[in-house]
């Protein structure tokens, strides 16, 4: 069983600053790619970026020159440092994992984490 697991979130002010992480355990061969999606309310669900296991990174258009993502491969954790919060960033935060359980896992198989909200308020 593979378990995502987010800390970080919490309220920040405008122009703030809050660093996500992400957790997973459980039976892991490999994780590729790894990332952070986003869901406000009454929105859908979108992607803020993900980090391949080589370290090549994608971002949203919404959060490029604003948040960095990063990795850590020994302890299969992923973060997601954010400069600059805006209002609009203020969402559920999930993290994601495509994971092979084994070296002879043809295919990942798709993890979500429960979520971590980020309120981005005066």
């Known amino acids: 069983q593979v378990q995502l697991v987010e800390s970080g979130g919490g309220l920040v002010q405008p122009g703030g600053s809050l660093t996500l992480s992400c957790a997973a355990s459980?039976?892991?061969?490999?994780?590729?790619?790894m990332g952070w999606y986003r869901q406000a309310p009454g929105k859908e669900r979108e992607l803020v970026a993900t980090i391949t296991s080589a370290g090549y990174t994608n971002y949203a258009d919404s959060v490029k020159g604003r948040f960095t993502i990063s990795r850590d491969n020994a302890k299969n954790t992923v973060y997601l440092q954010m400069n600059s919060l805006k209002p609009e960033d203020t969402a559920v935060y999930y993290c994601?994992?495509?994971?092979?359980?084994?070296?002879?896992?043809?295919?990942?198989?798709?993890?979500w984490g429960k979520g971590t909200l980020v309120t981005v308020s005066s």
């Open positions: 459980g039976s892991i061969f490999s994780i590729n790619p």
């Open positions: 994601y994992g495509n994971i092979k359980n084994s070296k002879w896992s043809r295919y990942g198989t798709e993890y």
